[in-house]
């Protein structure tokens, strides 16, 4: 059977016809898309996925002290933290140790205010956003205390968790052999108590609602027994819902927009003054960062339009570095 081709470039499609039958398909010309595009087949493609912030454990004091090289008492640094952790908005942090059984309340008496500076654990917290934030601590068997005389010395498994919260931290001065765990700290001017839990099972956990900042926590035990015990296996677990709302993004001539040239200014406002830093811009397979004015105002050049429809992703970034969900504009060039 002969067969008879042929091609035709009008209005983008080609023409095949083979034995009488002609079949018609769609060009990758001007208004079609290729795999870089923003459009596939009509339909609008999302940047790909932003990497939401993190939370970060570290071992360790965000500001060491100094000690007396002789006693190896502190002379300048305040609160010597065991840990520092980074909690971004909707995020969760864990971490485990040992800690005294009387660190959080020196002597297992209820009502006591005094916990034992020393053997009580401090964490340094840096809240990245105004959260919720749960703080959730618990007895853990079978953990390893770090700071044993033989490395590899397991801990106790009979926690009584308590915690206090206060907002700041301290880095300057010595400490004293007692803090307050109802109360602000004498010795440590830096921080404002906030709240405390106490449990007499085996979990102590407490919700407060906080704005972004450095806070400090320190747990321990309240153990009701009388002889000694030793260190004690727990288990912490930080957990931040954040109180941002997706901003209100205004754009200057709304969000379907007609030229007939290769290029187009967005402008517009993104949520109030100050609320917004930043605005990820997504267009031809490609993310660009432009910052937003303090008043809330921004401008952004698109370039390479093609004809037809196309399509620009703006995603707003908070000034605590939260990434809210990305907002669809639509160009269209004639």
């Not at 091609?7 to 079609?32: I, K, N, Q, Y």
């Not at 915690?163 to 300057?172: A, M």
């Not at 406002?269 to 267009?283: D, H, K, M, N, S």
């Not at 031809?284 to 037809?308: D, N, Q």
Request: aromatic content about 8%; charged content about 20%; some cysteine.
């Amino acid at each position: 059977m002969k067969c008879s081709r042929c091609e035709s470039s009008a209005r983008g499609w080609v023409t095949l016809v083979l034995a009488g039958a002609v079949f018609l398909f769609p060009s990758t010309g001007p208004g079609h898309d290729t795999p870089a595009r923003t459009v596939k087949h009509g339909t609008p493609v999302k940047p790909p996925a932003t990497p939401q912030p993190t939370a970060s454990v570290i071992p360790a004091d965000p500001v060491p002290n100094t000690e007396d090289p002789a006693t190896g008492a502190p002379l300048d640094g305040g609160i010597r933290y065991a840990w520092a952790v980074n909690l971004a908005g909707n995020t969760s942090a864990s971490f485990e140790g040992a800690t005294g059984a009387w660190g959080w309340d020196e002597d297992g008496e209820e009502g006591t205010t005094l916990g034992r500076t020393e053997a009580a654990t401090w964490v340094a917290l840096d809240l990245k956003s105004p959260s919720r934030l749960t703080v959730r601590v618990e007895r853990k068997a079978q953990v390893t205390d770090r700071n044993a005389l033989f490395p590899g010395e397991t801990a106790g498994s009979n926690l009584r968790p308590a915690f206090t919260l206060y907002r700041g931290w301290d880095h300057d001065g010595g400490d004293q052999a007692t803090f307050s765990n109802r109360g602000n700290v004498v010795w440590a001017e830096d921080i404002e108590y906030l709240d405390h839990a106490e449990s007499s099972g085996d979990l102590a956990e407490k919700t407060l609602v906080l704005p972004a900042g450095p806070y400090s926590l320190v747990l321990g035990g309240h153990s009701d027994l009388v002889p000694p015990e030793s260190r004690q296996g727990f288990g912490a677990r930080l957990t931040s819902v954040s109180l941002e709302k997706a901003p209100v993004l205004k754009y200057t001539g709304g969000k379907n927009q007609i030229t007939g040239k290769p290029g187009l200014k967005l402008s517009g406002r993104a949520g109030a003054p100050g609320e917004i830093t930043a605005l990820r811009v997504y267009f031809h397979g490609k993310t660009r960062v432009i910052p937003v004015k303090s008043s809330s105002s921004w401008t952004v050049a698109i370039k390479g339009l093609e004809f037809g429809k196309n399509t620009v992703w703006i995603t707003p970034v908070s000034k605590y570095g939260t990434i809210f969900p990305g907002q669809r504009v639509k160009i269209t060039r004639k």
